[in-house]
């Protein structure tokens, strides 16, 4: 979004992704979807961060769909207020949630297939640990989920590149293919100040 993009559509369903992004200008579209890491034939670009340059995607919607990500936010998209969080726009978020002063806030893992993912509890443990440091009054850990990822960071913080490399998702990338700069890119931390905000179900902007 830092690109120009007008908004991102998310899709669980690829089908469904099509029909709708077909509904549009062809000028003003772009499909996205990857499977497991991989870019899916008939598809406009696949996950990476790098290939989302301002050229390719500036005034237009992105239609897309990921093997986990998508999904996490279709199911969560009834709530008051909804942000997509990385690494490189932790502090945004972070600020962001502090601002709304809300009792409650959950953070949500995408996971990989129903599973656990170790760098999305390592994001997860960089957000909780800004907004316990920064927020103004005591915050409370309810599980035992957000603990660990509180501890996980600890113990990566210094070496996120590191970390991501380890994962399995990680392992899977590197298999594919040469990812390093992705790696570098996704390792950043606090260098967006861009917060992805839900503005309609399934809709994000930049805000």
Not at 34 to 60: A, C, Y
Not at 73 to 92: D, G, S
Not at 163 to 171: M, P, W
């Amino acid at each position: 979004m830092k690109n120009g993009a007008d908004s991102i559509q998310v899709f669980s369903d690829l089908e469904l992704l099509k029909n709708t992004a077909q509904k549009w200008d062809a000028h003003k579209r772009l499909m996205l979807a990857e499977r497991g890491g991989k870019m899916i034939d008939g598809f406009d670009l696949g996950n990476s961060p790098l290939s989302v340059t301002k050229d390719t995607v500036q005034g237009k919607r992105l239609f897309m769909s990921t093997t986990n990500g998508t999904k996490s936010l279709k199911k969560v998209q009834n709530v008051e207020h909804l942000f997509a969080m990385a690494l490189p726009n932790r502090k945004a978020v972070a600020e962001r949630i502090i601002s709304l002063n809300k009792k409650n806030v959950l953070i949500l893992g995408s996971g990989w297939e129903g599973s656990y993912s170790l760098e999305d509890s390592l994001a997860a443990g960089a957000l909780a640990t800004y907004i316990k440091e920064n927020f103004n009054s005591e915050v409370n850990i309810f599980n035992d989920e957000l603990q660990a990822s509180l501890a996980l960071w600890n113990v990566w913080k210094n070496n996120i590149q590191k970390c991501l490399k380890t994962a399995t998702h990680g392992k899977r990338l590197t298999s594919l293919g040469d990812y390093e700069d992705d790696f570098k890119c996704c390792s950043e931390l606090d260098c967006l100040d861009i917060v992805p905000t839900q503005v309609e179900r399934g809709v994000i902007r930049a805000s």
